[in-house]
C-alpha cells in the first residue's frame, strides 16, 4: 500500500465515478432492509436451531452492532470523496490495489453467495408454489431480478420501498397468525445452548451484511441538505433489520420446534397453518428474494463497473457484460443445485463479514488524512480504537473458525 493512496484514485486516472440519482431517505432505508431482508432471514430459524433463540438474539445484538457501525465508517468514507464511487473504487483510492481487490472480492463472494441462495430458494418455493420444475421457478424468479437491476439505482430504489411495505404487512400477518393460532411453546423459546454462538454469528453476519450498499445510499442521498440523512437511513435500516431477524425465528422456531423446520424457514412455517398460510410464508419468501437480488445485484453489477474502469453511462455492453456476470453464475450454479441454500450463507458470510469488518476500518484511517473533502457528519466517539478493534477482532476470529470447520478442526458447533 502506498503511502498516499489517494493519487492512485480512479479519478485521477480519468474515471468519473457513477452519475448521482437522486432517491429519498425512506427510498434508502428500503434498499437497505431490502437488501438485507433475504436469504439470511429465510436461512436464520434453521440455521440457528441448536443454538436456541437465546443465543440468536445475542449473535444478532453482536453483528447487529458492529456491522452498523462498520456501515457507518463507510459513510464517512463516502462523505469524504468527492467522486461518487463504489466500495471497491473507495478502497483502491485510500488502500491502492491491494485494497480494492480485497474489498472488491468481498463484495463478489458475499454478493454471488446471496444470488446463488436466491436462485436455490426461489425455485425449490415456485417448484411447491406451481408445480413447475424448480429449473423453471429459479427463472421465473430471474427475469424480474435482472430487469430491476439493469434500470439502475432509482427503479431499486422506488422498487424496494413498494415491494418493503408489502413484505413487512404479509410477515406480521404470518406472526399474528402463529401467535394467535397455533401459539408458540415456551420450550422452544427458552432452550439456549451458547456453544453454538460462533457458527450463529457467522450466519447472522449475512443478514446484516449490507456495507456494499452504502455508497450507493451516498450517491443517491449526495443532495441532500441535511449531512446526518445518511447515517440516519443507514441505523433505520439496520434497526428495522434487527427487528425483523428477531420476529421471524421467534415464530417459527416458538411453534414448529427444532426438529420440524426446512432450510428455507417459509416453506415448513406455511405448511403448518394451512394452505393459504403457505401461500402467504412463500410470498414473503419470494419477495424478501427479490429485493435482496435487486439491492445486491445491483452494488456487485456497479462495484464490477467500478473496479474494472468500465464506462457506466453511454456503453451498453459494458453494462451488459457486468450485468451477466452478477446474474448468469448463481443462476447456472443454483439451478444445477451445486451447493446448499445454508451452506452457501454460512461460508459467504464469515469470509465477507472478515473483509466487510477490517478494510472500512482502514479505510476510514486513510480518508481522514488523504480524502477530498470535510464531510459535514463523522463518524464521532464509535470510530474510536477500541471499537475498530472489537469491530476486527470479532469478524476475524469468526472468519478462522469458518476456515478450520471447512478442514474439519473444530468440534461441530464450535
Known amino acids: 500500500m502506498s503511502a498516499e493512496p489517494a493519487t492512485q484514485s480512479p479519478a485521477a486516472k480519468g474515471f468519473q465515478g457513477l452519475k448521482p440519482e437522486a432517491i429519498t431517505f425512506w427510498q434508502g432505508v428500503a434498499i437497505i432492509f431490502g437488501a438485507n431482508i433475504g436469504a439470511g432471514i429465510l436461512s436464520l430459524p434453521y440455521g440457528s436451531r441448536e443454538g436456541g433463540i437465546p443465543t440468536l438474539v445475542t449473535a444478532l445484538i453482536i453483528a447487529g452492532v458492529l456491522t452498523t457501525v462498520s456501515m457507518l465508517y463507510v459513510a464517512e468514507v463516502a462523505l469524504r470523496t468527492s467522486t461518487p464511487l463504489q466500495l471497491s473504487g473507495l478502497a483502491r483510492k485510500y488502500l491502492g490495489n491491494v485494497g480494492s481487490w480485497l474489498i472488491f472480492a468481498g463484495v463478489a463472494i458475499n454478493g454471488l453467495g446471496a444470488l446463488i441462495a436466491y436462485t436455490t430458494g426461489s425455485g425449490s418455493i415456485l417448484a411447491q408454489l406451481l408445480g413447475v420444475p424448480e429449473s423453471v421457478g429459479s427463472l421465473l424468479f430471474f427475469i424480474p431480478s435482472v430487469i430491476v437491476v439493469w434500470l439502475g439505482l432509482k427503479a431499486t430504489g422506488r422498487s424496494e420501498q413498494v415491494v418493503t411495505v408489502a413484505m413487512f404487512v404479509m410477515i406480521m400477518a404470518l406472526i399474528l397468525w402463529t401467535v394467535f393460532g397455533p401459539g408458540l411453546e415456551s420450550s422452544n423459546l427458552l432452550y439456549a445452548n451458547p456453544y453454538f454462538i ?81 401461500w402467504l410464508a412463500n410470498g414473503f419468501a419470494l419477495l424478501a428474494m427479490l429485493t435482496s437480488f435487486w439491492a445486491i445485484g445491483l452494488t456487485l453489477m456497479t462495484n464490477i463497473l467500478d473496479r474494472f474502469n468500465w464506462p457506466a453511462t453511454n456503453a451498453p455492453r459494458y453494462r451488459v457484460a457486468a450485468l451477466a456476470l452478477v446474474a448468469l453464475p448463481p443462476f447456472i450454479i443454483g439451478v444445477f443445485g451445486l451447493t446448499g441454500f445454508v451452506a452457501a450463507l454460512g461460508y459467504t458470510g464469515a469470509f465477507a463479514g472478515a473483509i466487510m469488518s477490517a478494510v472500512p476500518v482502514l479505510m476510514l484511517r486513510k480518508a481522514r488524512k488523504y480524502g477530498d473533502v470535510e464531510p459535514r457528519w463523522q463518524a464521532g466517539r464509535i470510530a474510536h480504537p477500541a471499537m475498530q478493534f472489537t469491530l476486527v477482532a470479532v469478524f476475524g476470529l469468526a472468519f478462522l473458525y469458518s476456515i478450520a470447520s471447512v478442514f474439519g478442526a473444530v468440534p461441530t458447533g464450535w
Open 198 to 278: 460462533i457458527p450463529t454469528i457467522n450466519l447472522v453476519v449475512f443478514g446484516y451484511i449490507a456495507q456494499y450498499t452504502v455508497p450507493e445510499l451516498a450517491r443517491g442521498l449526495a443532495k441532500k441538505a441535511n449531512p446526518k440523512v445518511l447515517p440516519r437511513a443507514i441505523v433505520a435500516g439496520m434497526s428495522a433489520t434487527g427487528f425483523l431477524l428477531v420476529l421471524v425465528p421467534l415464530a417459527a422456531i416458538g411453534s414448529l420446534g427444532r426438529d420440524n423446520l426446512s432450510e428455507v424457514v417459509t416453506l415448513a412455517w406455511g405448511e403448518s397453518l394451512g394452505p393459504a398460510a403457505t
